[in-house]
């Protein structure tokens, strides 16, 4: 992967991480409350959202698109933390105990990545931000499909690999934005 990718998307991870460090001060984990498909439908909101002002050109509350980025990958994190803790049923986790979590999963996402852009190329930097909303939106009505079938598929790729999908996805938006 080229160099400026790599660091690139390592500058929005590090933005990301020191927002959920800091909501994790702030409110706890609270989020252990949700189902996977809350945690899904907490992201379709976000890209809803987003989607609604690139298609009007007008926004009403002065949360910038790029927040709403941030919260799709800290959710889609959360989801896949949730999934690897899915047989511990405590409420109350310190960041300290995240960090791992948070960093394996940004690690296995960002060699996805790697693999994917060797294949494709760098093919997202030709895509509009507009489209790439739309596959992330795309990529939550399948995740919600996969939830709906108690997360069996037949020959499709599993929920994980749709959350890191859209991660990736996320990152490119933001990194298009000049986060």
């Known amino acids: ?40 439908d907490q992201i379709l909101i976000k890209a809803q959202r987003i989607r609604s002002i690139q298609e009007r050109g007008v926004q009403k509350v002065n949360d910038p698109i790029q927040d709403e980025f941030i919260g799709i990958i800290n959710y889609c994190i959360i989801a896949l933390i949730q999934i690897d ?23 296995e996402t960002q060699s996805l990545l790697e693999n994917k852009n060797h294949d494709y190329g760098e093919a997202w930097r030709d895509m509009r931000i507009a489209s790439i909303t739309d596959i992330i939106l795309m990529k939550l ?35 298009k934005l000049g986060l």
């Open 1 to 40: 992967m080229k160099t400026q990718t790599v660091s690139e998307y390592n500058q929005v991870i590090h933005l990301c991480k020191e927002l959920f460090k800091k909501k994790t001060h702030d409110y706890g984990t609270a989020w252990r409350i949700l189902r996977l498909p809350s945690i899904t």
């Open 141 to 175: 009505y399948r995740v919600k499909q996969i939830e709906d079938n108690r997360g069996k598929t037949i020959v499709s790729e599993g929920i994980e690999a749709n959350y890191q999908d859209m991660i990736n996805y996320a990152v490119f938006c933001l990194i």
């Open 85 to 107: 803790l899915a047989a511990d049923d405590r409420q109350d986790l310190g960041f300290e105990e995240l960090e791992p979590l948070y960093d394996k999963w940004v690690k």
